[in-house]
């Protein structure tokens, strides 16, 4: 039966611009990221005003935000992580609502959702995945699945972190189809360990890799990937992105014979077994702009 037999032409006409609507705001991180560790490590690019262990990193002005954006997507960022927890961070949903006003590349909310209400305000500010924690979730009680399923019916992808082989096996049994582990012990002392990508290494096929946190140089870049079997599909890199001089945030290329990922990217030697750094990895300024 078609629209209009159903609804009436009226009606029926109204219903067909909005699916239109609704499909031409579909941006799948998934997608982008997909088989990364072989057509050339992605990079999500972070916007943090703050964090706990290096405070203040940006001023939280519109000109500074919309400046740092365009970097990121000139430089060939594949998405854009917003902070929205305040505490600690600075973040909000204003600050993804205006990032989205910016940008039309995939974004994904960055706080500690374990609640509809959580994922309904990430949507409604323009977040096309949610980040969700197995470890947070666990504590807190909630239904791993449920929580992936009402993302997944508000039109919402999860990146699901986990940090441990058991939370990775939980993430892989609730359908987890994008799984980031975090190289910060942030359950603990907060110190690095970019072995933290060893865990990655045998992800099935089709499920996308982030590491995320601790990238600063050529060297952690190719350590995470070499840590992880040569299996990360992107990296999630903020503090390092916010401090630059110019945080461009490019992607990576990937091991030779593969194509470089983005005519900004320094092309690794055909004897390099991994990829180069991407180009976020610049001298850091002294500190923050002034807020404009």
Not at 231 to 250: H, K
């Amino acid at each position: 039966m078609s629209l209009e037999n159903a609804l009436g032409s009226t009606v029926a006409d109204i219903i067909s611009h909005k699916v239109l609507e609704e499909h031409s705001m579909v941006r799948s991180l998934r997608n982008i990221l997909q088989d990364g560790h072989r057509t050339g490590v992605k990079v999500i690019a972070e916007v943090k005003p703050s964090s706990p262990g290096s405070g203040t990193l940006m001023p939280l002005g519109r000109k500074s935000l919309a400046e740092v954006v365009k970097k990121m997507e000139v430089g060939g960022a594949s998405a854009i992580s917003v902070l929205v927890e305040p505490r600690k961070f600075n973040g909000s949903p204003e600050v993804l609502e205006f990032v989205r006003g910016l940008t039309d590349l995939p974004l994904l909310a960055k706080g500690f959702h374990f609640d509809p209400l959580h994922l309904a305000q990430c949507k409604a500010a323009g977040a096309d995945a949610y980040l969700q924690m197995v470890r947070v979730v666990d504590v807190v009680g909630r239904s791993q699945r449920e929580l992936l399923q009402l993302g997944a019916s508000l039109g919402l992808e999860a990146v699901v972190e986990a940090n441990s082989g058991y939370e990775v096996q939980k993430a892989l049994d609730f359908g987890a189809e994008i799984i980031s582990m975090n190289n910060r012990r942030i359950y603990g002392d907060m110190k690095l360990d970019l072995e933290m990508a060893a865990l990655g290494r045998d992800l099935p096929p089709g499920i996308v890799f982030v590491s995320a946190s601790g990238i600063e140089s050529p060297r952690d870049l190719r350590a995470v990937y070499e840590n992880s079997g040569r299996r990360v599909d992107a990296v999630l890199v903020g503090t390092s992105v916010m401090r630059a001089d110019e945080p461009c945030a490019t992607r990576t290329s990937s091991p030779d014979p593969a194509p470089t990922a983005s005519a900004a990217t320094t092309k690794a030697p055909a004897s390099s077994p991994c990829p180069p750094a991407p180009s976020m990895c610049r001298q850091p300024s002294p500190g923050p702009s002034p807020r404009p």
